[in-house]
């Protein structure tokens, strides 16, 4: 049962557009959620990363937040009404480092690194809280069965 709802969501993700997988009355709260999130875990990335490139002179919390906040609101904005996704991919992208680069004053090779070691804590985090949450789906599955 499980492995079939599974397959049904996967094959319906490739299909179509994900949103389209959201319930139509919960998609501007999806969407504000999302944003919301991804602004505040960004944030914290951004500061860490741009502590470790360009140093704490340059890289401040308040610059990672507003890189976070800019960044994210432009992403969101271009997905959502860019019909293209390779073309807002790469304005995204571009911004991104233009937002790094004038933010934290470094050059663009700096903006690059700060990007480029912001995707690699950003990955580390994300494995280490999906070993977590599987790890705690199987002990909660363990205990289930010896209740």
Same mark, same amino acid.
């Given at each position: 049962? /499980? &492995?079939? !709802?599974?397959?049904?969501l996967f094959s319906n993700l490739i ?8 319930? %139509? ?5 999806? =969407? =504000? @959620? ?10 914290? #990335?951004? +500061?860490?990363?741009?502590?470790? @490139? ?6 401040? =919390? ?5 890189? &976070? ?5 432009? &992403?969101?904005?271009?997905?959502? !009404? #860019? ?10 992208i571009f911004v991104w480092l233009l937002l790094i680069k004038q933010? +934290?004053?470094?050059?663009? $090779?700096?903006?690059?690194?700060? &990007? ?5 804590? +950003?990955? @580390? ?5 999906? $070993?977590?949450?599987?790890?705690? /789906?199987?002990? $909660? %599955? ?6």
């Amino acid at each position: 049962m /499980k &492995s079939s !709802f599974m397959l049904n969501l996967f094959s319906n993700l490739i299909a179509r557009r994900w949103w389209e997988t959201i319930p %139509e009355g919960t998609r501007l709260v999806f =969407f =504000f @959620v999302s944003i919301f999130i991804s602004f505040f875990v960004l944030a914290i #990335i951004f +500061y860490l990363a741009g502590l470790i @490139v360009v140093g704490g002179r340059r890289a401040r =919390f308040t610059d990672a937040f507003l890189i &976070s906040l800019l960044g994210t609101v432009f &992403s969101a904005v271009f997905f959502a !009404f #860019i019909p293209y996704p390779l073309i807002a991919l790469l304005l995204v992208i571009f911004v991104w480092l233009l937002l790094i680069k004038q933010l +934290y004053e470094t050059g663009w $090779l700096g903006a690059i690194a700060v &990007s480029m070691l912001a995707i690699v804590v +950003y990955l @580390v985090i994300a494995i280490l809280v999906a $070993l977590a949450l599987g790890i705690m /789906k199987e002990v $909660l %599955e363990l205990l289930t069965t010896f209740i």
